[in-house]
């Protein structure tokens, strides 16, 4: 069996940075790379039936080795990596036995990873990590994932004894644009329920995630030269700035943790005759939801009634919902994934996400898909690390989850 540790590097040296902007499945080439070298692993290890979409989804079946009727279960990670950093040229950085202190990313740079920022760190002492070099994203999220799926397939292919329902596989694109369900064939995939493996911290299960939407706010202006502008011109980047100032300041991602829901200011570009504003809106509860959306117009209204009608527009685009009512009327999937965490020593926190997986458009679409750890920590930036002896934990979990459903009654 290869060895989880060099599978993850195998994955990290391709760029599978995703870009809103293309307009395209896949969104970028790279990720299709990565599903083509994907497929044929898959094939290369004995699952069956494995093919590549034309919007580069990868599937694949262990089909059934026992007599009695099964759940088929299905096991999800995303092939592609946010676009808030580079993913091209990762450098990883192997620490063999993790002493609980600084780590130092990048010399030149004069870039730590320590402890006293990121307290986490902690629970890792004495375990080998994988980093980046500072200068890029390293890719945990998802191709940690990834390599504990494959890994848990294989040793279920290569150890026949292991009783097991049919295992479905299914690697997603462009789920860091929030799109990664968007083309996902539910009725192909034909599982009864799924797992994301696209959690992060060791120990943590989650079945309950943000609603989300976006927001862009378009603010027109007026232009004419300063020296004779007085009662003619109309700047739009104070207008945005007014905008901006109505919303509640202590609702914001660094202000906020937990349930609490959030405003999140993630573009601004402005000269006096336009500015746009892209915010993401975040809340666990469909009311506060709700009422956020509905937030941004208000706003936008009020300000149209003092500088005129149409200074202010608002395009609102809804992108995922709370699994939590999907998943709940088969909590089964969390019951068991909850033990089977256990059973490889490790103690089960179930959390909330404080973002989304592939996992919240899929529990509408009828496959309801909890969330794994994958032993990630830091997503979506340079100071981002995994655990090796973590990742192997969720290869156990995997493995219990498909042997206790082949066991029970």
Not at 110 to 130: C, N, Q, W
Not at 176 to 184: P, T
Not at 278 to 300: E, L, V
Request: charged share 30%; hydrophobic share 35%; no cysteine.
């Amino acid at each position: 069996m290869k060895d989880i540790k060099n599978r993850f590097l195998d994955y990290v040296k391709i760029n599978t940075k995703s870009d809103e902007t293309t307009r395209k499945t896949p969104s970028t080439d790279g990720q299709l790379e990565l599903g083509k070298i994907l497929a044929e692993e898959l094939k290369s290890i004995g699952v069956q039936d494995v093919t590549i979409s034309e919007f580069g989804y990868v599937y694949g079946v262990v089909p059934s080795n026992v007599d009695k009727k099964v759940p088929k279960i299905g096991f999800i990670a995303h092939m592609d990596t946010s676009p808030d950093m580079s993913g091209e040229n990762v450098k990883p950085q192997i620490v063999e036995n993790y002493d609980g202190g600084d780590i130092v990313l990048n010399k030149e740079l004069d870039l730590v990873l320590s402890p006293k920022t990121f307290e986490g760190m902690a629970r890792y002492k004495g375990h080998t990590l994988i980093t980046t070099d500072g200068t890029t994203l390293l890719g945990a999220d998802d191709k940690a994932g990834i390599a504990e799926i494959v890994t848990a397939v294989e040793y279920i292919i290569e150890h026949p004894e292991i009783k097991h329902g049919d295992i479905k596989i299914g690697f997603t694109p462009d789920e860091e644009i929030g799109e990664g369900a968007d083309h996902f064939d539910v009725k192909r995939f034909d599982a009864d329920f799924a797992y994301t493996v696209d959690g992060g911290t060791e120990g943590e299960l989650e079945y309950e995630n943000f609603n989300a939407g976006s927001a862009k706010i378009t603010i027109h202006g007026r232009n004419v030269h300063p020296g004779s502008a007085k009662d003619k011109m109309v700047n739009s980047m104070l207008i945005a700035n007014e905008y901006i100032s109505m919303l509640p300041e202590n609702e914001r991602p660094e202000t906020t943790e937990k349930y609490e829901g959030f405003y999140h200011l993630i573009d601004m570009k402005g000269e006096v005759e336009e500015t746009t504003l892209a915010y993401i809106i975040r809340d666990f509860f469909d009311d506060g939801y709700d009422a956020r959306m509905k937030n941004m117009q208000t706003i936008a209204d009020k300000l149209n009634a003092k500088y005129g009608e149409g200074t202010v527009q608002v395009e609102l685009k809804e992108q995922y919902r709370n699994m939590k009512s999907k998943v709940e009327p088969v909590m089964h999937i969390v019951d068991v994934a909850k033990k089977a965490i256990a059973d490889t020593g490790v103690t089960p926190t179930i959390v909330p996400i404080r973002g989304g997986t592939d996992g919240a458009k899929l529990s509408f679409m009828g496959l309801p898909t909890p969330n794994l750890f994958t032993g990630g920590e830091n997503f979506h930036g340079k100071f981002e690390y995994v655990s090796v002896d973590t990742m192997k934990k969720t290869v156990q979990v995997i493995l219990n989850i498909i042997k206790s459903y082949a066991e029970e009654n």
